[in-house]
């Protein structure tokens, strides 16, 4: 349903000593309200239980004076139209005020409240009420429902300060029966009064107050500004053109005896809102934050004081209708937005002159990695984008003007692309981050040789940064490889940083730990298995001195543990494998564990 916001506002009272406001702490005095809602300066406290000790009335409760009003106000109106109807009271956003709307003429048979409020006032919110915030906030817990209102029902207001500040409050009516009945809405008739209801007007409007009375002898006018009322010299005729905010009294003379009316009349301030510069809405971001341009609008008027609001078009920002969310979701293309500044005092007292352009502008995408690397034997190495675009500028932290650029010194590099059309502009920026490494090292390359379940540990000079693969197989993260079998072998370890790999070839062969040549047929013999898997291989057997004690080959691959007929001690003996590779070269295996025992 379409919002209308705010047909008739009432200034708040803070600082303003020089008007008495209008206020009633007992239902059954309670202010009586029309089309123009009545200047209040706060409550004062509570007068009689309207509730008769009750512990609560609606969402209303007791407070710790033990019933349920607390610096209470009470306030009444008549409809006068169909459709949809509600109210804004505005307050101090450091202050809690609370809320019950009774439909009932008769106070000492409310019923229960036909919308109620009782949240604190945590997030600090300028207005609760009835129907919607009219600053656009949609996530404000203190509002109730629209009420859907017929001419002639009767409601009472009760508002309560359960703050320990009380700056005061106004009241604001709005809803769609104040647009088709902008005069009438709320039925003045409940106000018998010769002068109306209180008045609220725009500073530089004229007010003429009209106490024409058919048998009238005389007319005397007087003007209270805080002091008491004194009279106003000169004015004698049936109306009185006033300009200042005050309580006006007059008193008609007539022969059936004399009539005495007070009333009160006060001016808001005139907004002026301020030019508004063009914005860019950003593509990637999901809503764009109108409350950035408010200091914009206002200047150097206070926020306390006026409601900046935004709308779609010119009639909705004139009529205070449909305000944007302050969060508005960005759409595509460029819109028109219609800026209204409004008086939290008077909703009349507004100025909708200015509007501004929200273009949505393409936010440069920055899609490359924030991390590089710098090879220990590189010169350089390119950052940035490959492909920029030419209606970006570019601007790097350390000054180049380019979507990239080439480093040779590890660091952060920020850029920053900013894409402008009409003076508006979306930017985007991104740190890459370079770090140095270098190409990989095989330390050592550990063989658990058990005959046809070997395992084969890869230790690098940094295990955790190298990716590791097995012949022809994939990379792994891992630097063990298990179940191999024997022969020969290619180990390659990898810099995925792109700083280049190493590849070693190793044999895989089987051979015990230790023998025992003691003629008993068990483990008699020393011997490697797998070596015939390799081209013309040759096993020299050492002692720990280094002296040649046998030399073994693929057909004679056994050594009985003695030199020359004779046995030799117990002891740990060597031995090296040398074999012919693929190239024709012959190869001493590596990083095999060399090492056995002879024991007797």
């Known amino acids: 349903m379409s919002r209308f916001i705010i047909l008739w506002f009432v200034l708040f009272f803070w600082g303003i000593s020089v008007v008495s406001a209008q206020v009633s702490s007992d239902c059954s005095n309670a202010i009586p309200i029309c089309n123009n809602t009545p200047v209040n300066g706060g409550t004062t406290g509570f007068g009689i239980d309207d509730f008769n000790s009750a512990a609560t009335s609606g969402c209303l409760e007791q407070t710790l004076s033990g019933v349920i009003e607390s610096n209470s106000a009470w306030y009444r109106f008549r409809t006068g139209a169909s459709g949809q109807l509600g109210f804004n009271i505005g307050i101090d956003t450091l202050e809690d005020w609370d809320f019950a709307l009774y439909k009932s003429n008769d106070c000492n048979n409310l019923g229960e409240p036909v919308r109620c409020n009782f949240f604190d006032n945590q997030d600090e919110n300028t207005f609760v009420g009835v129907g919607e915030d009219p600053s656009g906030n949609t996530e404000n817990v203190q509002y109730e429902t629209w009420l859907e209102v017929t001419p002639g029902e009767d409601y009472y207001l009760l508002l309560n300060n359960f703050s320990n500040n009380n700056s005061g409050f106004s009241i604001q009516f709005s809803g769609h029966i104040f647009v088709t009945n902008p005069f009438d809405a709320l039925d003045c008739s409940i106000i018998n009064n010769l002068l109306g209801p209180p008045i609220a007007a725009c500073e530089n409007e004229t007010v003429i107050l009209d106490a024409t009375t058919v048998d009238a002898l005389s007319y005397s006018w007087f003007i209270d500004l805080g002091s008491g009322f004194t009279l106003v010299s000169g004015e004698i005729g049936s109306t009185y053109e006033v300009s200042a905010s005050a309580n006006y009294r007059v008193e008609v003379a007539r022969s059936a005896g004399n009539i005495i009316s007070d009333v009160q009349v006060f001016f808001s301030t005139m907004p002026v809102a301020n030019s508004v510069s063009d914005d860019a809405s950003c593509s990637g971001l999901a809503v764009y934050d109108l409350t950035k341009k408010d200091n914009e609008v206002l200047g150097s008027q206070s926020a306390n004081e006026f409601l900046v609001s935004y709308h779609l078009t010119m009639t909705d920002a004139v009529d205070g209708a449909n305000a944007l969310p302050k969060q508005y979701p960005t759409q595509p293309g460029s819109q028109t937005i219609y800026v209204r500044l409004t008086s939290i005092g008077n909703s009349r007292c507004f100025d909708a002159s200015q509007q501004f352009q929200l273009v949505n502008l393409e936010t440069p995408s920055l899609d ?89 540990t890869v230790i690098t000079d940094n295990l955790e940064e190298y990716e590791y693969r097995l012949d022809d197989g994939a990379y792994q993260s891992g630097h063990k490889f298990y179940q191999v079998e024997p022969g020969m072998h290619t180990v390659s370890v990898n810099n995925p940083k792109g700083c280049g790999d190493v590849t070693e070839g190793i044999v895989v062969v089987g051979f015990p730990k230790f023998f025992t040549p003691n003629g008993d047929n068990s483990n008699d013999y020393w011997s490697i298995t797998g070596v015939e898997l390799l081209d013309s291989p040759v096993i020299t057997i050492y002692d720990r001195f280094g002296k040649l004690l046998a030399q073994l080959g693929s057909t004679d691959s056994q050594w009985d543990g003695s030199l020359n007929g004779k046995l030799l001690p117990e002891s740990d003996y060597w031995f090296k494998l040398t074999y012919t590779a693929g190239d024709g070269q012959t190869v001493t295996a590596k990083y095999i564990n060399n090492h056995f025992s002879l024991k007797r």
């Open 368 to 456: 490359f990695s924030s991390e590089a690397f710098l090879c220990e034997d590189n010169a350089g190495i390119t950052i940035g984008l490959e492909n920029g675009s030419s209606n970006y500028t570019y601007q790097w932290g350390s000054g180049e003007t380019t979507p990239s650029i080439v480093v040779s010194v590890a660091g952060e590099y920020k850029l920053t692309a900013t894409n402008t059309q009409s003076g508006l502009s979306c930017s985007a920026a991104k740190v890459v981050n370079v770090l140095t490494s270098r190409p990989p090292q095989i330390i050592d390359i550990e063989i658990e040789d058990l005959r046809n379940n070997n395992t084969i």
